[in-house]
């Protein structure tokens, strides 16, 4: 577990509220916002699944995708983008392509990979991102898991419906 700092703790919460957010809104409990260098939460974004069964509908891939359409690539550059859960190997490349600088997440993939097992809506690769990080031609910052029995809170007893 990387330690994070106090200004980390409380925007991986703020995530943790979106994520309790997308799970009222009848989607899976992940949720992620990004926040510019001075503290400025720029987006939020919710699971976004259903209700299309849109396995691409994660909410850091929505979240890159707002990102590069109304962000310029100096903000994005110094931004963070805090997430609930460890971001798989799709959203990890959505946010290395997006150009977002840092990452925080909570729950590992590892750990959440255990918690959903073989639930078909969610096959978790279990795949770190920084493993998808490291191939790339820049450097992106990674702190996590972080509040990980908070992050796996979220999830108590969805996966077993």
Known sequence: MDGGSERDEHFLRLSFAVARRSLAHGNHPFGCIIVAADGEVLIESENGYLPDHDGTGHAERLAATQACRTLTRGVLAKATLYSSAEP??????????????????GLSEHRLRGITGNHPENPTLDLPCRAVFVTGQRPTEVVGPLLEDEAEALHDGVWTK
Do not use: P
Request: charged share 5%; net charge positive.
């Open 88 to 105: 798989c190997a799709m959203c990890a490349g959505a946010i290395y392509w997006a150009g977002i600088g840092r990452l925080v997440y």
